[in-house]
């Protein structure tokens, strides 16, 4: 049972694009939403997150937007450089209760 | 990757033959967890450690077991593996708690092959 379904699977955004991964959850109690990225041959890394009490975290180039109502949240990569290219993983919990992880995207950034 | 290292790296078996997986901290951080990474499933959690001799079951924990006889160590064991358990395996350390909120660090991950 997938409780977070995370779009899309694969992604390929112009250098200088804004990227764009989206993640939906079921779990209304959930409370907390991270971000992690992974590059090819390393573990995952966490990237930023945020709690339902705010609509929008931003750090650098990340930001996360998140609906409370629509049961969703996205990250928006701005000035997407070749850099970024690494799959995301979204994920969730609630209180003390372990991750959720939404089942990935590969990001590929052009030049 | 935050002092963590696992063994091995790469690892090709045959159905049936017992595996063992290290992971090594550095960090001497109370919690650790296994994960395995599949196409199309994410990162599931196998099993964790709260402390030595402390663990339990994760998700997918079944043909899983695992040990923590130090705080810098968690072995993660397939007693006897299976082509379903071809997988790419994740260690992770927390400084505290279970809860998500507490950063979770990962390790570079061994790949199991299970032919």
């Known amino acids: 049972q997938q409780q977070v379904k995370q779009s899309p699977q694969s992604l390929i955004v112009q250098k200088g694009g804004i990227s764009i991964i989206n993640c939906a959850y079921e779990n209304t109690a959930f409370d907390y939403f991270p971000w992690y990225q992974q590059f090819p041959g390393k573990g995952p890394a966490l990237l930023i997150a945020i709690r339902p009490d705010v609509s929008e975290k931003k750090e650098g180039r990340f930001t996360i937007s998140f609906n409370k109502s629509a049961k969703q949240f996205s990250l928006h990569i701005m000035d997407s450089q070749p850099g970024d290219s690494a799959t995301y993983f979204c994920a969730a919990s609630r209180g003390n209760e372990k991750l959720t992880f939404g089942t990935g995207t590969r990001l590929t950034i052009i030049p | 990757d935050a002092g963590i290292t696992q063994s091995p790296r790469h690892k090709v078996t045959e159905t049936g033959t017992p595996v063992t997986l290290r992971c090594h901290q550095t960090e001497n951080h109370r919690y650790m967890y296994w994960y395995r990474q599949d196409p199309g499933h994410g990162l599931r959690l196998i099993h964790y450690s709260y402390g030595v001799k402390d663990t339990d079951k994760g998700e997918v924990s079944d043909g899983y077991s695992v040990s923590r006889s130090k705080t810098e160590d968690f072995l993660l064991t397939l007693e006897s593996a299976t082509s379903s358990q071809t997988s790419v395996y994740f260690c992770?350390?927390?400084?505290?708690?279970?809860?998500?909120?507490?950063?979770?660090?990962f390790g570079p991950g061994t790949r199991l092959t299970v032919l």
């Open positions: 992770a350390i927390s400084e505290s708690g279970l809860a998500g909120y507490n950063e979770q660090f």
